[in-house]
Protein backbone atom coordinates (compact mmCIF):
# COMPACT_ATOMS: atom_id res chain seq x y z
CA UNK A 1 0.00 0.00 0.00
CA UNK A 2 3.19 2.27 0.93
CA UNK A 3 4.63 1.90 -2.20
CA UNK A 4 0.98 2.80 -4.44
CA UNK A 5 0.77 5.59 -2.75
CA UNK A 6 4.30 6.65 -3.39
CA UNK A 7 4.14 5.92 -6.93
CA UNK A 8 0.67 8.14 -7.11
CA UNK A 9 2.47 10.72 -5.95
CA UNK A 10 6.11 10.59 -7.38
CA UNK A 11 3.82 9.81 -11.13
CA UNK A 12 2.15 13.65 -10.15
CA UNK A 13 5.51 15.23 -9.66
CA UNK A 14 7.31 13.55 -12.41
CA UNK A 15 4.51 15.25 -14.44
CA UNK A 16 4.87 18.64 -12.32
CA UNK A 17 8.63 18.69 -12.46
CA UNK A 18 8.43 18.02 -16.59
CA UNK A 19 5.83 21.42 -17.00
CA UNK A 20 8.76 23.56 -15.15
CA UNK A 21 11.61 24.93 -16.13
CA UNK A 22 13.53 25.32 -12.80
CA UNK A 23 12.40 22.06 -10.75
CA UNK A 24 13.16 19.86 -14.79
CA UNK A 25 17.24 19.36 -13.10
CA UNK A 26 15.04 16.71 -10.84
CA UNK A 27 13.32 14.95 -13.10
CA UNK A 28 16.57 11.77 -12.98
CA UNK A 29 16.24 12.02 -9.16
CA UNK A 30 12.20 11.81 -9.33
CA UNK A 31 12.46 9.20 -12.51
CA UNK A 32 14.80 7.35 -9.70
CA UNK A 33 12.30 7.16 -7.37
CA UNK A 34 9.41 6.46 -9.17
CA UNK A 35 11.45 3.19 -10.37
CA UNK A 36 11.91 2.56 -6.79
CA UNK A 37 8.45 2.55 -6.09
CA UNK A 38 7.10 0.32 -9.18
CA UNK A 39 9.73 -2.21 -8.02
CA UNK A 40 8.80 -2.52 -4.81
CA UNK A 41 5.14 -3.21 -6.24
CA UNK A 42 6.57 -5.60 -8.60
CA UNK A 43 6.22 -3.95 -11.93
CA UNK A 44 10.39 -4.18 -12.36
CA UNK A 45 9.42 -3.77 -16.32
CA UNK A 46 7.94 -0.12 -15.90
CA UNK A 47 10.54 0.55 -13.56
CA UNK A 48 13.38 -0.36 -15.61
CA UNK A 49 12.09 2.08 -18.00
CA UNK A 50 11.87 5.07 -15.45
CA UNK A 51 15.70 4.09 -14.37
CA UNK A 52 17.12 4.03 -18.24
CA UNK A 53 15.30 6.88 -18.31
CA UNK A 54 16.96 8.59 -15.27
CA UNK A 55 19.71 7.73 -16.35
CA UNK A 56 20.11 9.17 -20.00
CA UNK A 57 18.93 12.33 -18.95
CA UNK A 58 21.91 11.87 -15.86
CA UNK A 59 24.39 9.39 -17.06
CA UNK A 60 26.34 10.37 -14.21
CA UNK A 61 24.32 8.90 -11.49
CA UNK A 62 25.53 6.47 -10.10
CA UNK A 63 22.90 5.36 -8.01
CA UNK A 64 20.68 5.00 -10.79
CA UNK A 65 22.81 3.35 -12.93
CA UNK A 66 23.58 0.57 -10.21
CA UNK A 67 19.83 0.54 -9.61
CA UNK A 68 19.18 -0.10 -13.49
CA UNK A 69 22.06 -2.88 -13.06
CA UNK A 70 20.15 -4.67 -10.21
CA UNK A 71 16.78 -4.29 -11.72
CA UNK A 72 18.08 -6.12 -15.23
CA UNK A 73 20.21 -8.61 -12.78
CA UNK A 74 16.51 -9.87 -11.39
CA UNK A 75 15.15 -9.81 -15.09
CA UNK A 76 17.77 -12.26 -16.12
CA UNK A 77 19.50 -9.80 -18.27
CA UNK A 78 22.77 -10.48 -17.17
CA UNK A 79 24.72 -9.35 -19.72
CA UNK A 80 23.04 -5.45 -19.43
CA UNK A 81 23.39 -5.78 -15.88
CA UNK A 82 26.97 -6.03 -15.56
CA UNK A 83 27.56 -3.08 -17.95
CA UNK A 84 25.54 -0.76 -15.63
CA UNK A 85 26.85 -2.16 -12.35
CA UNK A 86 30.24 -1.36 -13.85
CA UNK A 87 29.20 1.81 -14.92
CA UNK A 88 28.12 2.59 -11.40
CA UNK A 89 30.90 1.69 -9.74
CA UNK A 90 33.42 3.69 -12.07
CA UNK A 91 30.81 6.54 -10.84
CA UNK A 92 31.35 5.98 -7.41
CA UNK A 93 32.35 3.13 -5.24
CA UNK A 94 29.38 0.87 -4.96
CA UNK A 95 27.73 -0.76 -2.09
CA UNK A 96 29.26 -4.58 -1.08
CA UNK A 97 25.76 -6.01 -2.36
CA UNK A 98 26.26 -4.18 -5.65
CA UNK A 99 29.49 -5.46 -5.74
CA UNK A 100 28.52 -8.65 -4.84
CA UNK A 101 25.73 -8.61 -7.65
CA UNK A 102 27.99 -7.69 -10.33
CA UNK A 103 30.57 -10.29 -9.57
CA UNK A 104 27.42 -12.76 -9.77
CA UNK A 105 26.61 -11.56 -13.30
CA UNK A 106 29.69 -11.49 -14.84
CA UNK A 107 30.14 -15.03 -13.33
CA UNK A 108 26.46 -15.98 -14.89
CA UNK A 109 27.88 -14.70 -18.47
CA UNK A 110 31.09 -16.66 -17.74
CA UNK A 111 29.23 -19.55 -18.15
CA UNK A 112 27.04 -18.29 -20.65
CA UNK A 113 29.93 -18.21 -22.84
CA UNK A 114 31.05 -20.95 -22.20
CA UNK A 115 28.17 -23.18 -23.15
CA UNK A 116 27.90 -21.58 -26.10
CA UNK A 117 31.65 -22.64 -26.78
CA UNK A 118 30.65 -26.08 -26.21
CA UNK A 119 27.77 -26.26 -27.89
CA UNK A 120 29.68 -25.22 -30.81
CA UNK A 121 32.54 -27.87 -30.48
CA UNK A 122 29.56 -30.47 -30.56
CA UNK A 123 27.82 -28.88 -33.24
CA UNK A 124 24.65 -27.86 -31.41
Known sequence: KLATEAFEVLDALVADVQKDAE???LLPDVLLAR???LAMQGSVRE???DMRRSVSLAPDHAVAAQSLGMLLATLGR???????????DRLGPGHAGARRLRRRALRE???LRFRRFLRRLVGG
Not at 78 to 88: F, G
Open 35 to 37: GAS
Open 23 to 25: LIR
Open 47 to 49: AVT
Open 109 to 111: LAG
Open 78 to 88: PWRAAAWLSHA
